[in-house]
């Protein structure tokens, strides 16, 4: 197991079950105690966990991984999944991305099909709008994507930027598409996020798109999160993996998505 394994499965665990032991991860991931103890000492550094003699404890009850450490989760599924979600658009779209592993796929998906054509003006270009710091870090060095990105307050978690500024860009702003990773799709409350102020900007994207895309893998369709983004009425597609659970995605149909599993 890596080491950004080995962080995921630490954090996991973490989640699962608010504290963890030196002696009993060192067992579980077959490293050494010095291993796990450098682990917990970095995760300590960035206020992610709480250092106790033998373990740590979670700083908080509910948390989000940073987007480092959930990278390499599912990876593969979320690569097919950014990809299918890039055939939705087409050239010229103006597109809008929150943050996280899934729509960081997309984007990396968007700027490999949507290359430079000879003769196509400028007007024909991918717009791209985001609010993720990583995405717009990536994509700034593409010269046939536009790139706008919003103000706001940074998030360590997503590397997502929030607040009144956030707001304000999206507020003048009108996507084509809303391509939306999420935390949760609740086939009841539709999608959801574990931070209300990222829910609420993901809201506005929504509201600013003509289609709005939910791009998730299987697991979000049976987790829980604090924030409702929109409810499954207003999201148009939505792309996961075949791992899915069909009663769930059943559900999701019925509310009117056209669904996409890869």
């Known amino acids: 197991m890596n080491r950004y394994a080995r962080m995921n499965a630490l ?20 490293v050494s105690p010095t291993t796990v103890r450098r682990d917990l000492n970095q995760l300590h550094e960035q ?3 709480t250092r106790t003699r033998g373990g740590a404890v979670a700083t908080t009850v509910n948390y989000d991984l940073p987007i480092r450490y959930r990278r390499a989760s599912r990876g593969t599924q ?23 592993t899934t729509t960081t796929e997309v984007a990396r998906a968007l700027a490999h099909r949507h290359t430079p054509d000879e003769g ?28 706008v990105m919003t103000g706001g307050v940074s998030r360590l978690q997503s590397f997502e930027l929030t607040g009144p500024l956030a707001y304000d860009t999206l507020a003048q702003i009108d996507l084509d598409h809303a391509i939306l990773g999420v935390d949760a799709l609740d086939p009841e409350y539709g999608a959801k996020a574990l931070d209300e102020e990222e829910a609420r900007i993901n809201r506005l994207m929504a509201r600013q798109a003509r289609t709005v895309v939910v791009v998730a893998d299987s697991t979000k369709l049976a987790a829980r999160a604090f924030a409702r983004v929109c409810p499954l009425t207003d999201i148009d597609h939505l ?9 769930a995605l059943d559900r999701i149909r019925e509310a009117g998505v056209r669904v996409v599993t890869v």
Do not use: C, Y
Request: charged residues 25%.
């Open 11 to 30: 954090l996991d665990a973490m989640a699962a079950e608010g504290h963890v032991d030196v002696a009993a991860l060192a067992r579980r991931f077959g």
């Open 47 to 49: 206020q992610l966990v």
């Open 78 to 100: 979320k690569e097919r999944i950014g990809r299918a979600a890039a055939e939705l658009v087409a050239a010229g779209d103006v597109v809008g991305l929150n943050g996280g």
């Open 120 to 147: 196509v003006g400028p007007d024909r270009r991918l717009t791209i709008v985001t609010n993720a710091i990583n995405i717009a870090g990536e994509l700034t060095v593409r010269r046939h994507v536009k790139l």
């Open 239 to 247: 792309v996961t993996d075949t791992d899915a659970p069909e009663a």
